[in-house]
Structures are given as C-alpha cells and as structure tokens.
C-alpha cells in the first residue's frame, strides 16, 4: 500500500520558517522524483517544487525560489521542504507527491499523493 504522510505544518507568523516532512512507504522511492504542491483556499492545486530521484536536479515555482528549499534523504525515504521567510500568501495545505513512473524527469507525472498538513501564517 502506497503512503505519503506529510508532517511538520502549523501557524507560524511573517518571516517564520517551517520545515515540512513527507515520509512514503510503498514505493519505489529512490528511484523516482518528488514534489510539493500547495492549494491556497478558494483556488486550484498548485506546483510548488520538485527533486529528481538522487537529488541533484530541483524546480521550483518562481513565487518560492529563494525561500523555499526541497530536499530528500533516500535512506529514509523522507522529502523535506525548508520554508523561510514565510509570508501571509503562503497559507495553504501543502501536499507531497510521488511521480507515477521512475526515473522520469522532465516528463514526470505526479500520482501519489499525501492528505496535506496546513501552513497558516499570520501577519
């Protein structure tokens, strides 16, 4: 059974930092990217970023590059995302997903999803 469990959200305030965890169980996790999305509320699910399988190649959606950070520790099949300098607009629950098929990259499908942990941030 595939699981995705994220961690590590709550209410912080500006210019806070957050560190979420995503820890998967029933995949194939080294070999396959993954990533984080965010639905902010009232709107759509949404790219935030993304790790290829070893951990050498991220993406990041240019409203974070700079403050957010992906990571992952393949031994204990865990992807993390550092959040600094949090701001008001980054509220949302954040979801972290495995690509569907590995060693996919540049036309990687995300399909297995967390249930979400909520960052909210006041000002």
């Known amino acids: 059974q595939v699981q995705l469990v994220e961690s590590g959200g709550g209410l912080v305030q500006a210019g806070d930092s957050l560190r979420l965890s995503c820890a998967v169980s029933?995949?194939?996790?080294?070999?396959?990217?993954m990533g984080w999305f965010l639905r902010a509320p009232g709107k759509e699910r949404e790219f935030v970023a993304a790790?290829?399988?070893?951990?050498?190649?991220?993406e990041y959606a240019d409203s974070v590059r700079g403050r957010l950070t992906i990571s992952r520790d393949n031994a204990k099949k865990t992807v993390y995302l550092q959040m600094n300098s949090l701001k008001p607009e980054d509220t949302a629950v954040y979801y972290c997903?495995?690509?569907?098929?590995?060693?996919?990259?540049?036309?990687?499908?995300?399909?297995?999803w967390g249930q979400g942990t909520q960052v909210t941030v006041s000002s």
């Open positions: 790790i290829s399988w070893g951990g050498g190649t991220a």
């Open positions: 029933g995949l194939t996790f080294s070999s396959r990217a």
């Open positions: 997903a495995g690509a569907l098929a590995t060693f996919k990259w540049t036309d990687r499908v995300f399909g297995h």
